[in-house]
């Protein structure tokens, strides 16, 4: 069965690989827009399955896979941020606070079948002041993150802890994914537990 992944995501695509499946990618090719007073795990979900079904409409006969990342403060949606002054904007409110990584993943399979998945991680950020937040976002790293930083970048350097699924904070939940795969009939080819045991993969030990 043709396997897709709706993004261009290149932390997505490098988690999907994980699984050793042939895949493809095809952009959904949608502008996220939020909308206002829609929780955050409710906002993932819908851009989730929003790219999902976009992707599926050209790809018929396919699995297709659809993620998406959004930062719950206080139960309000933080996405990504417009330029380098939106980025110290947002990394402003986080840190030195507990933020919440909701990232929701969808498939769909032949017949329109849809499965969908939701993880949540505990990020905790250290304190930072507003000169580090600006040579932060200098790097140009922040600019297409939601929240502002790359957990696996020079984002580290502004995380304290990390509680949950790394790999949904990076961008794709592999294990809910793997469960979502065998519901539609795909067995992974490799041991998908191993692979959170062994975290060989970005600076996931550094966790």
Do not use: C
Not at 24 to 46: C, K, Q, T
Not at 53 to 65: C, E, M, Q, S, T
Not at 146 to 156: F, M
């Amino acid at each position: 069965m043709r396997l897709i992944l709706a993004s261009t995501s290149p932390r997505r695509k490098e988690i999907l690989s994980l699984l050793g499946l042939p895949f493809e990618l095809v952009s959904p090719g949608l502008e996220e827009i939020f909308r206002p007073g829609r929780f955050p795990a409710d906002e993932a979900v819908y851009w989730a399955i929003e790219k999902t079904r976009a992707v599926n409409r050209l790809y018929l006969d396919a699995i297709v896979i659809g993620s998406d990342t959004v930062i719950d403060l206080d139960g309000k949606s933080i996405g990504k941020p417009v330029d380098q002054d939106d980025a110290v904007r947002i990394l402003s409110l986080l840190v030195g606070r507990t933020h919440t990584v909701v990232t929701a993943v969808a498939a769909v399979v032949r017949g329109g079948k849809e499965s969908i998945a939701v993880e949540k991680t505990k990020v905790r950020m250290l304190p930072a002041s507003r000169e580090i937040l600006v040579q932060y976002a200098a790097t140009g790293e922040p600019l297409d993150k939601a929240g502002a930083y790359l957990l696996q970048g020079e984002g580290r350097k502004l995380i304290e802890s990390l509680k949950g699924d790394y790999l949904s904070a990076v961008g794709l939940p592999l294990r809910a994914l793997a469960g979502l795969l065998r519901e539609a009939g795909i067995r992974t080819k490799v041991d998908v537990e191993l692979i959170y045991r062994q975290r060989n993969i970005m600076n996931w030990r550094s966790y």
